[in-house]
């Protein structure tokens, strides 16, 4: 039979630059998520770990991590893995998580998502993500992440009438959430005179995009202890249950989907989470979407069922979106304002789910939250994770 | 001297592809025959990047995505003053990137001119 399964322990380092080794990182996540699930140091209740991370072998010079992370934190005999689906990498690692207590293979498991990336200079840690795209049609080109999403905004801006003040919407109000994160990388509130306005300074980055509809290159870490929902008593914290995950897959190049303006894989992502937690976008109360652009923030709104297609911009300018709103969107700051270490965005989107669905997120809470959606987007948009997670009274 | 860029036409079924897939996206077929990606085409959506990975040195690059009349779509290197959706264009083929002192080739389209 099928276990359930709940997150009883959470720890976040700041996102931003970090002086300290990729080993350091992760611990001090680490360290935080098992004392607040109040297993005790050296403890042999841990019985997995998983270590999300897109680039620390290029970026860092390190592999087998994991193994290393098991042995430096006093874990052994935990089992060790390392997860890699490039930006998607954190949820990826949630979803074995599961899986593995689910089956009854492991009753708690440690989920660490890190990555270093301003240990590169810009141009090598774009390179890196670069290649992401498609070896053979895209990558050699020089096209980017920004460069697709550039593209992508300029057809819905066609399509749909996004506008550029629709974007610096998006960007000013995950700036403000941000404020009440302390975890987070910018603590600066935006002004749309600031943006847009005469002698704004946010150049462009990739036409129609510019800097501050982008998001930063960060070091970071989360970590999450994932634990059997029978097996939570044994632990102080009272367990934030996974309700639902689903996963789905997109053409590699993007020249290949039939609507160049769907998201396919967020949509079938949240639609398999959504009937797995018996749940639909109404029964949402706080989402985590993947704003690496914040033309997806609005796109990836539309995908999930919280508004038509082509009208994610008009909830925005509404206020629908932002806290206070009919559904909260990236009140973590989102990868825009709170930052984007690939590996460790996943696990911070549940992150905030947990907190949020604690009651313990400060002048950030959504009250009254009781589900909660992230949407992990890997590659541009080809291998999404969406997680469902409630509040168990 | 390169002589084009190439589809690839699933021998079974006609299916195009591009790029080239292992098997058949619409039969699971294994046999391709390549057809040369050329003439004229609309230009469905493009950007200017001014944050270039390693190994550009340009100060930018302008990109599009393009439409041929038989549906099929193609991302490559812009090179046209005004661009605008919807514009018809040329397709050429021409140094797109050097990487370990060799020069790789791809898309390059251009101003429509008949």
Redesign the interface.
């Known amino acids: 039979m099928q276990r359930e399964v709940g997150i009883i322990g959470v720890g976040h380092t700041r996102f931003g630059k970090w002086d300290r080794s990729f080993t350091d990182l992760c611990c001090t996540a680490a360290v935080e998520a098992l004392e607040d699930a109040g297993i005790r140091r050296g403890s042999s209740k841990v019985d997995q770990l998983l270590l999300s991370t897109m680039g620390v072998q290029v970026l860092n010079h390190q592999s087998g991590v994991a193994s290393a992370l098991v042995d430096t934190l006093n874990l052994r005999p935990a089992m060790a893995e390392t997860v890699e689906n490039g930006p998607a990498s954190g949820a990826s690692a949630v979803k074995f998580a599961y899986t593995e207590i689910a089956s009854g293979l492991c009753d708690v498991v440690l989920v660490i998502g890190a990555e270093m990336m301003r240990t590169v200079d810009?141009?090598?840690c774009?390179?890196l993500v670069?290649t992401l795209l498609?070896p053979?049609?895209?990558y050699?080109?020089?096209?980017?992440l920004?460069?697709m999403a550039?593209?992508?905004t300029?057809?819905c801006m066609?399509r749909y009438g996004v506008t550029e003040e629709d974007l610096a919407l998006v960007a000013i109000k995950n700036h403000r959430h941000a404020l009440s994160n302390p975890v987070a990388q910018f603590h600066s509130e935006l002004t749309i005179k600031k943006l847009l306005g005469e002698g704004a300074i946010n150049?462009?980055?990739?036409?129609?995009?510019h800097l501050y509809d982008v998001c930063p290159i960060s070091d970071g870490a989360v970590a999450l202890v994932i634990c059997a929902m029978d097996a939570a008593d044994r632990f102080t914290r009272k367990p934030v249950k996974i309700k639902g995950i689903g996963q789905a897959t997109d053409t590699?190049?993007?020249?290949?989907r039939e609507v160049?303006t769907d998201l396919l894989a967020v949509r079938l992502a949240a639609q398999r989470a959504y009937a797995m937690s018996g749940l639909t976008p109404g029964d949402i109360n706080i989402a985590e979407l993947h704003d690496a652009f914040v033309i997806l923030e609005i796109a990836e709104s539309e995908e999930a069922g919280f508004f038509p297609k082509g009208e994610g911009h008009l909830a925005v300018r509404r206020g629908e979106t932002m806290l206070g709103g009919r559904i909260p969107i990236n009140t973590s700051g989102g990868l825009k304002a709170k930052g984007h270490p690939l590996g460790a965005t996943g696990v911070s989107q549940i992150h905030e789910l947990v907190v949020q669905l604690r009651g313990e997120a400060g002048a950030r809470q959504v009250k009254g939250a009781r589900a909660g959606l992230a949407i992990n987007f890997g590659g541009f948009g080809n291998n999404v994770v969406a997680t469902v997670l409630t509040r168990e009274e | 001297m390169n002589d084009g860029l190439y589809a690839y036409q699933c021998q079974i079924c006609d299916e195009l592809h591009y790029p080239r897939h292992f098997l058949c996206r619409h039969c699971g077929g294994d046999s391709f025959k390549p057809v040369l990606i050329s003439g004229e085409c609309k230009l469905l959506t493009w950007t200017r990047l001014y944050n270039l990975p390693e190994g550009f040195q340009q100060s930018h690059i302008t990109f599009g995505i393009v439409q041929y009349p038989d549906g099929l779509r193609v991302a490559g290197h812009l090179n046209v003053k005004n661009p605008h959706i919807g514009m018809r264009l040329n397709t050429t083929i021409g140094p797109i990137r050097i990487r370990d002192e060799r020069s790789e080739i791809g898309f390059i389209f251009t101003e429509w001119d008949k």
């Open positions: 810009s141009k090598r774009t390179d670069s498609h053979e049609v895209e050699p080109y020089g096209l980017t920004p460069a550039g593209m992508f300029r057809l066609e150049p462009l980055v990739a036409d129609p995009l590699h190049a993007i020249t290949e160049p």
